[in-house]
């Protein structure tokens, strides 16, 4: 989905689950519009990250608390302008992301005789982790329970 700096109305939030190999990136807006979502590798992140802060009003980054994420803030500390980062519990954002992978991609074919449980995602889903970072930053703000 492209959407231009011009036609967002408000600010957008950044999620970032950093990792080793790779990371997962989301843009949402604080109406929970996604505007964009990718899984890049560890070594481009930082590139990433700077190309959509050009192109989005990022006002924030919510970054998962565990892995590496110490060494992922100061990287992002050290940039030009460096953006406002908020760590947020990323616990079981995995198991929940595997979940969401499948309502926002409903099997096909054999996939749906498959019981749940033993689906497995055919590709990274560590942007829709960022995309539950997101969330639950913004729940946490609301007082909103996941649902």
């Known amino acids: 989905m492209t959407v231009t700096t011009e036609s967002l109305s408000q600010p957008v939030?950044?999620?970032?689950?950093?990792?080793?190999?790779?990371?997962?990136?989301?843009v949402m807006g604080l109406d929970?519009?996604?505007?964009?979502?990718?899984v890049v590798a560890s070594t481009d992140a930082i590139a990433a990250i700077a190309a959509l802060r050009q192109r989005y009003p990022i006002s924030l980054v919510v970054m998962g608390d565990q892995t590496t994420s110490r060494d992922w803030k100061e990287k992002?500390?050290?940039?030009?302008?460096?953006?406002?980062?908020?760590?947020?519990?990323?616990?079981?954002?995995?198991?929940?992301a595997r979940d969401r992978y499948w309502q926002m991609y409903p099997p096909q074919g054999l996939q749906?005789?498959?019981?749940?449980?033993f689906r497995q995602p055919p590709r990274p889903i560590d942007d829709i982790v960022a995309i539950l970072l997101i969330e639950r930053y913004l729940n946490r703000l609301t007082g909103d329970r996941p649902s």
């Open 76 to 96: 992002l500390a050290d940039q030009p302008d460096a953006p406002r980062v908020m760590l947020v519990d990323e616990r079981y954002t995995t198991l929940e």
């Open 13 to 26: 939030i950044l999620g970032f689950d950093p990792g080793r190999q790779k990371c997962g990136l989301a």
């Open 112 to 117: 749906c005789l498959m019981p749940k449980g």
């Open 32 to 38: 929970r519009s996604l505007y964009y979502h990718e």
